[in-house]
């Protein structure tokens, strides 16, 4: 176009020249030159407005004319526009012609001429340029205000995508300006010393209130800018598209795309117009817009539905035929009636589009997964019969229409639901039983399955079992069990029964499920086999049976480990020797028992095989329990015989023994192992799971040794957890042990007799003085209940008189003040003179000793013996003499006590010296005299707790008393 | 953004609350000390930014450096805290009143610059508040002594006060009103001191005693029911 443009201006230019030389050569200006030219500004669509007139023609002529327009930047000779402009001239008419600058026209001063020339035919020889008019100069800078600076162009609106130029005009040239775009320094180029452009390319839409570009100064205190508007591009309507559901009114539809809208621009606006009717309506949505259609029959529309923002408009077309856009309402009123078991009528009502319009209904019925489809063709109601439904379902249908004769659209579907009535169950219930003889009972458990909905056929009520004693054909029993049970426990004899089982809902009974149990469970000892599980559940297999079954069933237990086993049975044919049983409850590292019944013809289970297995084999998450024994130098004995293989995750195939010591070295039996710590074992495998000992040999003495024993499976073996430590003991030390013990044995019996002889020896060569406060007798006294019974110490008693011989000062003193180094003697005399009477016999009674005194501890009656120093015994007489007499005086003295016979008895008084009784030495033997009863009176001398002092101590002599005294 | 509208939002709810008790009964609060109370919460609401000036920066892409600096008030544009703090109670109320009125105005002109209906609503709440807030101070008017000499009547109604000259430059309206709304909040927060200072001084005047404006407003409010509906609404009583 350009080109074009260019080569057309260098033609005409070179038609103008010669023209130009042709009217100088004769001289004669054109007398349709352009006149009155003015121009006028748009700033804010930065446009140029040209006006001007063309003079000297004639009333009512036409001339056709070009006029060529030339346009200058800054100074007239920067030509930046040339442009022909070709129109037909009339009489007194003013002419326009309008130019966009690129630029914002304040940012430079601009020149305008223009020159005209006739192209018209008519007047061939008038075809050449006139003179240029003079340039007219437009310069918008001298009409700014008096700030220092400006910026151009003010609110301009563009699309995104644009190519946009901006300029800053300053009043002065030493203003340093600086540029921004939403804060970001822009660069430009300098047009004049005080004017700058800047070019924006491809403008981006930023938000709805525009861009800001501003301006400051170097001082930045003044600011100045403008908003430029960046609008989106306006996009052709998708989609658009009319359709009608009653034929009185079209709704028009379509995509609007995206929203130009701007501060400074609304958004597009729609119209919508038809070009047949000639009808145009401007549309309230954005994306919809109805359309009366026209009372008289017209068919045919073409819409053309147009997009207009303030930069572009957009259109599109769509032509179409009414009845070919029928778009009918959703149908009505759906209604079922004679609904039975399987049957149901279904009906409809639609709404009416014309008087000739068949409507095509599609009608759908959803039910248990089942779809089934109907066409009909419908013109006021519709209606349609289903068969074969199932009892008790509820379905779901739902219609929809549309046109038959031009098909546009389905209208919306109308959905309704519908349950069918119920029918008798169809299926006998699946029933498997569980025997176990309890004190000579049977004790049934019936286990059956609830009917499936598709079996059940309605909601089951109550199941009927017949018990029918086969034994005895005449005796029958029905017991009625409410539904949702699944079991019931039976209390049988050992008689065959029959049991038949039904199930029943509102409406019927299911046909029975027949098994016979007896007494025996039929549970023969068959071997159990191993299988293995697989994802899916476990594959079992089993020989067929060469009598006549009626088929087979598996059954298991579902939570084996659980108090509750939760019997699981699956029932197969009797051409099936296989199936795969799989249940959503088998756990990996769980054994499930798997037995399997034949079914007889006579309906009698009977067990045929077991299999055992793991869904999932896991390895051993536990060691068992190991105790250790029979520890020796050279071998020690581990043991683990509470531990059950039945219970863990997976097969136990045996046991490893680790064994780690401080040598490393591994006897035959054993293999080096490495643990996952890296440390160097010797391992040990016993290959059968049912032993659980083992001997550890070929040990060393006095070391220290680590064992674990952990169960191997096919999967793996358990955990390498902490190992038992143990030290051997000493080689020598059982030698010695049995040894050395009998050496001790043998000493000690030694030392025993060694010790036994001495005390015999000593016994017959020096035996110890008795101890009367030791003596045996005391507790023999205690033992006859007398606690008042004591010995009597010396210094708590009063003495009733105290003679005192061999007085050397004439000085009667006390008991209590006698010294010991004199050699003192005491006699005891008793105050009252009263005895029992004349005779041999003297009763010596002291009644010193009262019932207080007897009380207190400081007085007990305890009965001493007499007891003599060795080395004064030695001297008086022979030991056994005196022993004699003395156990003799002793023991007729406990020989005389009545125990317990009066409060007050006497004990054979002990005149002690201070010092104690040890060294009381008798001083006269016993005498023996017949009958006596007294006491044998020990007269202490004080002295003899020291050697004797001087020579009359070979004279003294324990003097009794005087028996002139004694005996009156 | 949902935050943001929290921030914008929950100020005026609260203002709306404060200003149930007054103008939405149709009555004054004749407590002094309450009704000043209730003056200062609302100053300290109005003057904060998130209310109109956060929310017009960011819808009209000022919040930029080298923009932001110039979104400052112009001197002159509003009555400066000395200025407002050297008027006596009376003077003070009646400049408010008056320049409470301009702002409804501005903000109404500033109008067809918001193209969201969201800041279109956040301003719209704005100048209810001012409406309540205009309407406080006419009841604190009938509170304070000698209004009854002095009182002239004020024009709150946008389309009679004096209207700002609008350039057609939208970038310099639109700093303009930035420069407003600057302005704006920081008059309020004066405002808001001077009514603390009435607070803490209640005697500051004895020509204007809270005690006897209050003795007085009360026989006032009185009077000033009965007349109540001869009175043009928002415009404070002769």
């Known amino acids: 176009m350009a080109l074009f443009s260019v080569f057309q201006t260098t033609f005409l230019l070179a038609l103008l020249s010669l023209r130009t030389y042709q009217s100088e050569v004769l001289s004669e200006p054109l007398p349709w030159a352009p006149e009155s030219l003015r121009v006028f500004i748009n700033s804010t669509h930065q446009c140029l407005h040209l006006q001007w007139s063309v003079h000297n023609l004639a009333h009512h002529q036409e001339l056709k004319m070009v006029f060529q327009i030339e346009i200058s930047r800054i100074k007239t000779s920067n030509v930046i526009w040339v442009e022909n402009y070709s129109t037909t001239v009339k009489w007194n008419q003013v002419l326009h012609w309008s130019w966009e600058s690129k630029l914002p026209l304040e940012c430079a001063k601009h020149f305008i001429r223009m020159r005209s020339a006739v192209d018209d035919a008519k007047t061939p020889e008038q075809s050449f340029w006139s003179n240029w008019s003079s340039w007219e100069e437009v310069h918008v800078q001298n009409s700014l205000g008096h700030d220092p600076f400006f910026v151009f162009p003010k609110d301009k609106l563009v699309e995104e995508g644009s190519n946009v130029t901006i300029c800053y005009v300053s009043r002065s040239q030493q203003n340093n300006i600086s540029c921004y775009l939403e804060g970001v320094r822009m660069q430009g180029e300098q047009l004049e010393p005080n004017v700058s452009v800047f070019n924006l390319n491809h403008v981006a839409f930023i938000r709805e209130t525009g861009t800001n570009i501003y301006c400051k100064g170097d001082q930045g205190d003044s600011i100045k800018g403008i908003v430029l508007f960046v609008s989106k591009v306006l996009e052709e309507p998708k989609d658009f598209s009319c359709e009608t559901q009653d034929l009185t009114t079209l709704n028009c539809t379509w995509d609007p795309r995206s929203d130009t809208g701007l501060l400074k621009q609304l958004s597009q606006s729609y119209t919508l117009f038809e070009s047949f009717s000639g009808k145009k309506t401007l549309c309230k949505h954005k994306s919809w817009c109805s359309w009366e259609v026209a009372p008289e029959s017209q068919e045919m529309y073409n819409f053309t539905l147009t997009a207009e923002n303030y930069l572009r408009k957009r259109s599109v077309h769509l032509l179409f035929n009414l009845t070919h856009r029928v778009h009918p309402m959703a149908p009505f009123s759906v209604l079922f009636t004679d609904v039975s078991a399987t049957n149901a009528t279904m009906t409809w009502k639609v709404h009416t589009t014309g008087n000739y319009y068949t409507l095509l209904c599609q009608v759908e019925l959803y039910g248990e997964g089942e779809v089934i489809q109907r066409n009909v063709s419908v013109e006021v109601d519709g209606k349609q019969l289903f068969g074969g439904l199932k009892p008790d379902t509820e379905y779901r249908a739902q219609v929809r229409c549309a046109n038959a004769n031009h098909f546009w659209k389905w209208s919306e579907w109308t959905r309704q639901n519908f349950t069918t009535a119920e029918a008798a169950p169809s299926e006998a219930p699946d029933v498997w039983r569980n025997v176990k003889s309890v004190q000579g009972h049977s004790v049934v458990t019936l286990f059956w399955k609830p009917l499936s909905k598709l079996q059940a056929n309605g909601k089951i009520l109550f199941y009927n079992i017949v018990i029918e004693n086969l034994d005895r054909s005449s005796i029958s029993k029905l017991l009625s069990i409410p539904a949702p049970a699944n079991g019931t426990e039976l209390n049988l004899d050992q008689c065959l029964y029959q049991i038949h089982v039904t199930a029943n809902n509102s409406v019927g009974t299911s046909p029975a499920s027949v098994i016979i149990v007896s007494g025996d469970p039929g549970n023969k000892e068959v071997e159990e086999e191993r299988v293995k599980g697989m994802e899916d559940g476990f594959s079992l297999s089993w020989k067929p049976q060469p009598g006549n079954v009626t088929g087979y069933i598996v059954e298991w237990c579902d939570h084996p480990r659980g108090p509750l086993c939760d019997l699981q049975w699956k029932s197969v044919g009797p051409t099936t020797t296989s199936t795969v049983v799989s249940s959503d409850a088998f756990r990996p590292g769980v054994q499930y028992n798997f037995r399997i019944y034949g079914i007889s013809t006579e309906r009698v289970p009977y067990l045929l095989e077991k299999k055992t297995g793991y869904s999932q084999e896991l390895a051993p998450s536990d060691n068992p329990q190991v105790v250790m024994s029979n520890l020796t130098s050279r071998s020690f004995t581990l043991s683990w015989k509470d531990y059950s293989i039945e219970s863990q995750p997976s097969f136990i195939q045996g046991y490893h023994v680790y064994l780690k010591s401080k040598a490393g070295q591994c006897h035959s039996g054993s293999e080096k192992a490495v643990l996952s710590d890296d440390a160097v074992c010797c391992k040990y495998r016993i290959d059968n799971p049912k032993q659980k000992t083992f001997v550890v040999e070929n040990l060393q003495p006095e070391s220290f040794y680590e064992f674990l024993v952990t169960p191997y499976t096919s999967v793996g073996e358990g955990p390498h957890g902490a190992f038992t430590k143990v030290t051997t003991p000493d080689e020598y030390s059982p030698i010695l042990i049995r040894i050395i013990l009998p050496m001790v044995f043998c000493i000690l019996l030694i030392m025993i007799i060694c010790y036994l002889k001495s005390q015999w020896m000593k016994e017959k060569c020096y035996p110890d003085i008795p101890d009367p406060y030791k003596s045996s007798v005391l507790s023999l006294i205690k033992s006859k209940e007398n606690p008042r019974l004591t010995i009597m110490s010396i210094k708590d008693c009063v003495p009733d008189s105290i003679e005192v011989l061999n007085k050397q000062e004439g000085t009667r003193k006390s008991l209590t003040e006698t010294e010991s180094s004199k050699a003192t003697y005491l006699y005891l005399l008793p105050t009252e003179k009263s005895y029992s009477g004349p005779g041999p016999c003297i009763c010596f009674e002291n009644f010193t000793y009262n019932q207080a005194a007897s009380d207190s501890a400081s007085c007990g009656h305890v009965p001493v013996a007499p007891v003599a120093p060795l080395s004064q015994l030695g001297l008086l007489t022979s030991p056994e003499n005196l022993l004699k007499a003395l156990e003799k005086n002793y023991m007729n003295s406990l020989g005389e006590i009545p125990a317990g016979e009066t409060n007050l008895n006497y004990v054979s008084q002990l005149a002690s010296a201070m010092s104690g009784d040890k060294f009381i030495l008798p001083t006269n033997p016993p005498e023996p005299a017949l009958c006596s009863e007294y006491k044998m009176q020990m007269a202490i001398p004080l002295g003899l707790a020291s050697p004797p002092s001087s020579g009359s101590s070979s004279l003294s002599s324990v003097t009794l008393l005087d028996e002139g005294e004694h005996y009156h | ?238």
């Not at chain 2, 609302?42 to 000022?62: C, E, F, K, N, V």
């Not at chain 2, 005693?209 to 003795?215: F, K, T």
Request: glycine share 8%; hydrophobic share 30%.
């Open chain 2, 1 to 238: 953004m949902r935050a943001q509208l929290m921030r914008r939002t929950l100020p005026s709810l609260v203002l709306g609350l404060l200003f149930l008790s007054t103008p939405a009964m149709g009555s004054c609060l004749d407590k002094y000390q309450e009704l000043l109370g209730q003056l200062q919460k609302q100053a300290d609401i109005m003057q904060r930014t998130s209310l109109l000036l956060d929310p017009y920066i960011q819808s009209q892409g000022l919040d930029k450096d080298g923009l932001k600096e110039h979104c400052r008030e112009r001197p002159g544009a509003f009555p400066s805290r000395d200025a407002l703090q050297g008027l006596g109670r009376w003077e003070f109320l009646r400049t408010l009143d008056t320049t409470l009125g301009r702002v409804l105005h501005r903000l109404t002109a500033l109008q067809r610059d918001i193209p969201k209906a969201q800041d279109l609503e956040t301003l719209n709440r704005a100048k209810q508040n001012i409406r309540g807030f205009k309407n406080n101070i006419h009841c604190m008017a009938q509170l304070l002594p000698g209004s009854s000499e002095t009182t002239e009547p004020t024009p709150t109604d946008p389309g009679t006060s004096p209207s700002p000259t609008p350039t057609s430059d939208t970038f310099q309206r639109r700093l303009e009103g930035c420069r407003f709304l600057h302005g704006y909040h920081r008059f309020m927060h004066s405002v808001g001191q001077v009514f603390r200072e009435w607070g803490e001084s209640p005697s500051r005047s004895r020509r204007h005693s809270p005690h006897q404006g209050l003795w007085k407003g009360t026989r006032r409010m009185q009077l000033s029911r009965k007349n109540k509906r001869l009175l043009p609404r928002g415009q404070l009583p002769r």
